[in-house]
């Protein structure tokens, strides 16, 4: 065999291992060690509410009025473990992850409306000790452009039971429900840095509407 001939083995041999080496790199970044990033919720005027028997299973609800058209909404929250969050009767999301404070935001502009709407937040910790809580921050803007902040507070109406009306017809995250037997939230501070799960988006692109 010639020696030029041998240089283009060794040549095809090594464009043939770099290629793979390549290709190897590609397929174990994209699919094997693909880490998502997170980013964190941060909470500055909304605190922890739970219902005052300190249950494991807490229902949290608050009404909100809004006299005119909005033109952008948004909210986020946390709970221990696992949440449902309900607007005006419909469920947008759940959230389950033992041992952690699970958390998410959302564009619920498509979910308010002028007049009476209702926010409804089931909460079920799984890990003891420690009551049901949530944390929530949230807004919408008028026409204009002015916006109005809403938070956890005891402002908000909470059970520890599940409940409903009209034959269980009206549950108890619909408008129609009437929760003046309910008890006002107690308040146990805002979250600490680092005490919430992260989110997949960045929570900007929602808050600063």
């Known amino acids: 065999m010639k020696r030029g001939e041998n240089c283009n083995i060794w040549v095809s041999l090594i464009i043939v ?57 948004w909210i986020m929250l946390a709970a221990p ?64 452009g002015r916006e109005y902040r809403f938070l956890s507070d005891t402002s908000w109406k909470t059970s520890s039971y599940e409940e409903s009306r009209g034959s269980g017809s009206i549950t108890w995250y619909k408008e129609e429900f009437y929760a003046d037997s309910w008890s006002q939230a107690k308040v146990s501070g805002v979250p600490l840095a680092g005490e919430i799960s992260g989110v997949w988006i960045h929570p900007d692109l929602l808050t600063s509407i």
């Open 17 to 73: 291992l770099t290629t793979g080496m390549v290709l190897g790199l590609f397929i174990w970044n994209t699919y094997l060690d693909y880490v998502p990033h997170l980013y964190p919720l941060k909470f500055k005027k909304g605190e922890w509410i739970h219902a005052p028997n300190e249950s494991p299973q807490g229902y949290f609800r608050k009404e909100i009025y809004i006299p005119w058209d909005i033109k952008g909404a």
């Open 81 to 144: 473990d696992s949440f449902i969050l309900y607007i005006n009767g419909k469920e947008l999301d759940t959230q389950d992850q033992a041992m952690s404070n699970v958390s998410g935001v959302y564009d619920i502009r498509s979910y308010l409306r002028p007049g009476k709407n209702v926010i409804g937040v089931k909460v079920t910790r799984k890990t003891y000790p420690g009551p049901a809580k949530v944390v929530i921050e949230g807004g919408y803007l008028d026409q204009t």
